[in-house]
T-cell receptor, first 115, second 117 residues
Framework: GNSVTQMEGPVTLSEEAFLTINCTYT??????LFWYVQYPGEGLQLLLK?????DKGSNKGFEATYRKETTSFHLEKGSVQVSDSAVYFC??????????????FGTGTRLQVTL | GAVVSQHPSRVICKSGTSVKIECRSL??????MFWYRQFPKQSLMLMAT?????????EQGVEKDKFLINHASLTLSTLTVTSAHPEDSSFYIC?????????????FGPGTRLLVL
């Protein structure tokens, strides 16, 4: 079945540092890939997505590229801010073993950005 | 953006009692709602998918008689944990898919933390 593996946190960075959160997946077929963000006390929000190989999703300075050859979808940001402190979830849907609406999540990575 | 609320945000109950959690889509109609469960340091696990007016579809290993789901309207779904036990303590999250949205669009509630004593 489908699975998502992401790096364990917490990740602690100083403001303006470069961020990478690794995510790899296992799925047959052609899943869609997502990054969700959860700010304290709020629900998960879609941050960005990519629906096919080599697509790059981007939003709010965050980027992730769908790499089918390495089955990865690493999240990056060139300069983080304190307001980026949150929990980030990598997820996938679809492929050959699931419906398009069924999401499979990673364990989440907590990011803490300090001044 | 679309807002999904959950009530209560946290609940503590005694073993053997039943607990109802509500999930509401506040500014859109949700033809499909999903219920997830999250254990500490683990990923969200889909428990069931509910479509308005029909029976929920449960994931493998989820007891449908223990986790009763009702999706009676296009803006409300409820999850009832029946005869709760300490092992049911967890973080329960719902999401809702607007009727006219693409297949992959879901909006998440903030979650409900359940503690069974």
């Amino acid at each position: 079945g489908n699975s998502v593996t992401q790096m364990e946190g917490p990740v602690t960075l100083s403001e303006e540092a470069f961020l990478t959160i690794n995510c790899t997946y296992t799925a047959t077929g052609y899943p869609s890939l997502f990054w969700y963000v959860q700010y304290p006390g709020e629900g998960l929000q879609l941050l960005l997505k990519a629906t096919k190989a080599d697509d790059k999703g981007s939003n709010k300075g965050f980027e992730a590229t769908y790499r089918k050859e390495t089955t990865s979808f690493h999240l990056e940001k060139g300069s983080v801010q304190v307001s980026d402190s949150a929990v980030y979830f990598c997820a996938l849907s679809g492929g050959n073993t699931g419906t398009a609406s069924k999401l499979t999540f990673g364990t989440g990575t907590r990011l803490q950005v300090t001044l | 953006g679309a807002v999904v609320s959950q009530h209560p945000s946290r609940v503590i109950c005694k073993s053997g009692t039943s607990v109802k959690i509500e999930c509401r889509s506040l500014d859109f109609q949700a033809t499909t709602m999903f219920w997830y469960r999250q254990f500490p340091k683990q990923s969200l696990m889909l428990m069931a998918t509910s479509n308005e007016g029909s029976k929920a579809t449960y994931e493998q290993g989820v007891e449908k008689d223990k986790f009763l789901i009702n999706h009676a309207s296009l803006t409300l779904s409820t999850l009832t944990v029946t005869s709760a036990h300490p092992e049911d303590s967890s973080f329960y999250i719902c999401s809702a898919k607007p009727g006219l949205a693409g297949r992959e669009t879901q909006y998440f509630g903030p979650g409900t933390r359940l503690l069974v004593l």
